[in-house]
């Protein structure tokens, strides 16, 4: 499974920036979508999760601001960046939790990453 994400960007706070993540290969079945983040010198941070129903899930800094939006049937998940902080500066990857082939194991896989920064 490729996982391809897009649309990161330099913006000034209080601007937006949409994410997109496609998903690509031999794909069964897409269990969960997610956005992470990981900022200069911390840990990566779960940002917003989607299961197989659509349920979406954000974190606590991102309420209100970040909206989730996609398709796990159609392997895709959109993250729309709203009123944008200097704090939300990071690397935000795309993950996907799927299912290669009917009876396999589920796995974790990563895209590349995109540079989202918001200057003052």
């Known amino acids: 499974v490729q996982l391809q994400a897009s649309g990161g960007g330099l913006v000034q706070t209080g601007g937006s920036l949409r994410l997109s993540c496609v998903a690509g290969?031999?794909?069964?079945?897409?269990?969960?979508m997610a956005w992470y983040r990981q900022a200069p010198g911390k840990q990566r941070e779960l940002v917003a999760t989607m299961n197989w129903a659509g349920r979406i899930v954000y974190a606590d800094s991102v309420k209100g601001r970040f909206t989730a939006s996609g398709d796990t049937a159609k392997n895709t998940l959109i993250l729309q960046m709203n009123s944008l902080k200097l704090d939300d500066t990071a690397v935000y990857y795309c993950?996907?939790?799927?299912?290669?082939?009917?009876?396999?194991?589920?796995?974790?896989?990563w895209g590349q990453g995109t540079l989202v920064t918001v200057s003052s």
């Open positions: 993950n996907a939790n799927s299912v290669s082939h009917r009876g396999d194991p589920s796995r974790d896989y």
């Open positions: 290969g031999t794909i069964f079945r897409i269990n969960v």
